[in-house]
């Protein structure tokens, strides 16, 4: 199913070079002030252009088919809708023969029987992350209304109540080619960029995204755990390996001494190991979790692979302009996600 | 909501200190052989008693209140139910007075307004993880008579038709207190538990799970992949700091033309760096993640932390008699979750 | 699957002679004051005993597994049981041979490859409305907190908010045995009970709700209506053959200005032939349907019917103690069904 | 919720005046043979312009967005649109001061705080069964699929075995303005619908459908019964006020030994007074249910009813053309909710 959320609902469709791609959100609060205007700030975000990026631009313009009507939500469910034009036919039937490593050609044709749409990636292809995208921008106004509306529902915990300022959910990369942020990481991360291009070659990244403001009490005990939430939702973003919260991996080689929060004075945990949730539910603390994106699937570079008609192995040099590093486009995505979570929680 | 899966329903209830904590599976299929003796291996391996355990001995018999009939099951929900016997009272006001560090007892004292059952962590208890395992042992023979009927559905890959072998999933630690597995890892982690409970401290662990023979088809793009549908179960089990499908974390450090899995002669990937996903569905090979547990946060070793009663810090030392490292249970219940997110998506 | 609502979900489970019938209700809100004495009132009211019900008396005594501690709900999920003592072993392959007319004997068989628990009808029993009752106990009390603690949420219509009347739910039998409720009912009702038990016959009813002081606001348009979801519920009671809201099957013979509710000096209609909703949304009039019950499938009374096996004809007769209208205990039944569906809208 | 269905999930977006209408409908399988001229047959039995309905003519035409390649569904989700064209700007504000009777407006403008799209009724507009017979179009495929493919799952009742014919959904008006099916009623429908529109008024009817030759097995006891289910999605449609299997209200008025249905020497019901459905499962009889629909609520004819501004009494006449009856385009819309049910349990 291509749908997530229980109160907030998001159906996703579409394909890379079909006629159009798009997102329905069912359970958006009426009154929301909403235009596409609104939608340009993260599109920009997602887009293509940067360094380690691909230089072909998509006009990426959306469309509200439903759901907003003077400026405002509606309450009934909200079609936004991206026409594809940037696409030119080309011969993907190569890709039933010689699937491309890391990609979903080979599981696709399996799973639907070859009637799958190739073209590009078709219904795998990452262009779906713009709907995304588009649905994260409302996940973060449906936020911003419920918490400003009514801080007190779920509660904050006492000790934060004089803190007026709304809940914000901020992504970044911390590591790029395994080169971690920090002094000259910028200037490495260039060349790092630079070197692969050279080659051919792809990168990977880790994102790691802050989740500040948040109420107490958002998540529950066992299956529905704020975590379980986000964790899905993230691993739905095509070239994710792992996600980790707070001291993550490092927790399993450390002391319960260590990793643990006591509380301090002021009634908030002195370190924030758990990364903001405890049992599953926030504790009102940053909620704060890294997640691992593999190199780009698409190289240049000469890979020996299997074609599965001529059953001999070939070479193969994925043709096409592809992002070094897809991941430089991930934080707003990856935003995009986390608000999904937050308002299917808050509504 | 303490429920999960969409054809093969898990609903979880229960307090550590309770009458009973129990299940209720829906979806079941008719005709499955099972009986309480199916329970005994699985819920041994979950038990306390070995190094670094508790040596508190709970009974831990399953209790079959519906949908086995006559030693089958009738396709009606099956409940399992367990009696909570080895529960002594106490003073577990002090709990909200001084929530224990790690513990979910600051939240659920917020998110239930107090209400909350709070004897041994009520309903966030460690315990509920025992009809959790039962689940997964129910799961476990529906997986293996879905894919014993009709090896064909969802479909396997060509390559690995010839190959009865039923799908497996097998769960073990591979990294206790930092030390990874390797020569004499078993004795430096006896040496690290032993050290750890003598200074009245605790450990982590990383559990590494592997499922093969899975079908190739298992899964779906974007918001329910299988990443997302493991991961989300995973994150319910208490104490997961972590997950990481194939190369994981690493993947974001290497290259593309490293992590890829180009296809060998055999039609299978010559490597597995994806864990056995492609674009969230299942693509034959063994399925591979990690999982970080945190230490146990329950320890004998003094905190400074505050009492929100007093308003004053105290010196908080856990009494009872805990698990030096509770994550040596954790396998079979690594083991249980995915065997009920694979149960889900084959019924 | 037997799970009923969206935010307050309610798992049924168990078979007539099993070993126990029970209900777990989960998103219960913590603080709602809960005891089994609260059971009390609802189930002698669905119990057996008056006239035209069958005099066999069972127990019915429930037991809170969990989800309530200190005479208040926690918030955690809430498990009641009761337990069967009142069965008894009998010659049940029979049914496999003769199922009985108008049970579900036949798909059981043929649907669960004849695995079900054909004892008493198996998970199919009347006996499990029992837990349901239980449920809609719960469910009346979250709906009088929430409306009682928040009358603004959802909306009231003005015109209504002097009232500060909390929503009630109360069915009752409206026609029994073709006879409708009006003068002399009484008597004329237990003259065809006594009519029809003589004969070793049944009578079928018609049972009305009416619910009182509904907020304006629940429902949505089209697939979650307000009518569809409690059409949904109310079909989930076996025997049930047909709902109607307000003028029901007689508004297809009305006209327009006839069956129309325009709206009075007080701003509320002046008739309320919509049955209080318009759009699948409650207009915050009484909401009316009437629910049409079969007669009691069970009867002593000779009927021609196939054995399956010896593949003859044969008069059955069926045995056994049985209601001569088992709709007489059905209103406190379409209570609860109604009260889950209202419960599910307000948590 | 604007959704329907477990595994073929349909959600429903758009509103009367917007951009356009339209419906993503998830879990389609792979491999259906589709294209917009599929859905023409029943786009046009939906239009207007017989006797009875408004004359203005809408284009209707179905635009695939996505989940169609070459001819055939691709697995992925299908989204189907419909532009709105035939629409003109007016005064709705009216709608709020003076909401007509019968209609949504006083609900809408409650529920969603006056941020409803007033215009022809918003999302709550007729004109959204479009999409709904569309789903409907893709869901009769679906079902003429899967039992064409495997007409043992789910299982066929063996007497019936020997009977290819598919599983075919039919739905026809049975009663018009209270002139029930029969002898000369083709006239007498004439007739009253004349006399109706000659009074500016408007006539109800019942629609009676059947679905034949469905295989034993589908539905679940109690919460999800098949009467639940197909409920649950004619009371979706607009305009619909009551709902009856089998002998349906006047099976609370026959007897036990009238309304049974014993097994024949064929091993088939001698009659089918449950409907097709017992213990809320299909029986593999022809599954009968009638529809009762209001008189369309938009008349010529004066109503007196409430200026909610001016608080003052005034005589309304809904201006605009519309059905007399607009239950003669209801059959197949009805046959589409039954279609949506169907498939969905056999996807």
Same mark, same amino acid.
């Given at each position: ?96 023969? =010689? ?107 880790? =994102? ?109 040099? =994925? ?12 934080? !707003?995505? !990856? ?13």
């Amino acid at each position: 199913m291509n749908t997530f959320g229980r109160n907030f609902v998001v159906s996703l469709f579409g394909e890379s070079h079909g006629e159009a791609i798009g997102v329905v959100l069912d359970g958006v609060p009426a009154g929301l002030p909403l235009g596409v205007e609104d939608f340009g700030h993260d599109i920009r975000r997602r887009k293509s252009g940067g360094k380690g990026t691909t230089p072909r631009i998509e006009a990426d313009e959306p469309v509200i088919l439903s759901g907003v009507y003077e400026g405002h939500t509606t309450g009934a469910p909200l079609a936004v809708l991206f026409k594809n034009t940037n696409t030119r036919s080309g011969d993907y039937e190569i890709l039933q023969q =010689v699937p491309r490593p890391g990609h979903a050609d080979f599981v696709a044709d399996v799973k639907f029987d070859s009637f799958n749409d190739p073209r590009g990636g078709g219904h795998f292809s990452g262009r779906l992350t713009l709907p995304i995208v588009a649905a994260g921008v409302v996940a973060k106004k449906i936020i911003a209304s419920v918490l400003d509306n009514d801080g007190e529902e779920p509660k904050k915990a006492g000790a934060r109540a004089s803190d007026p300022a709304p809940c914000t959910i901020k992504a970044s990369i911390v590591e790029l080619g395994g080169i971690r942020r920090g002094n000259h990481s910028e200037t490495r991360w260039r060349d790092a960029l630079d070197a692969a291009a050279a080659e051919g070659d792809s990168l990977g990244a880790v =994102v790691e995204c802050v989740i500040s403001e948040v109420p107490v009490g958002l998540g529950e005990p066992f299956f529905n755990s704020l975590e379980s939430c986000i964790s899905h939702a993230i691993f739905a973003i095509p070239g994710v390996r792992g996600i980790e919260f707070g001291d993550g991996f490092r927790a399993a080689a450390m002391k319960g001494s260590e990793h643990n929060d006591p509380f301090g004075p002021d009634g908030r945990p002195v370190k924030n190991g758990a990364g903001g949730i405890n049992g599953g539910i926030s504790n009102g603390e940053d909620i704060v979790f890294r997640v691992a994106f593999k190199p780009t699937s698409s190289i240049a570079k000469e890979q020996q692979t299997l074609n599965f008609v001529t059953d001999k192995m070939t070479a193969l040099s =994925v043709p096409g302009r592809h992002d070094v590093c897809f991941a430089l486009r991930a934080p !707003v995505i !990856v935003e995009a996600m986390a608000a999904l979570v937050l308002a299917d929680q808050l509504v």
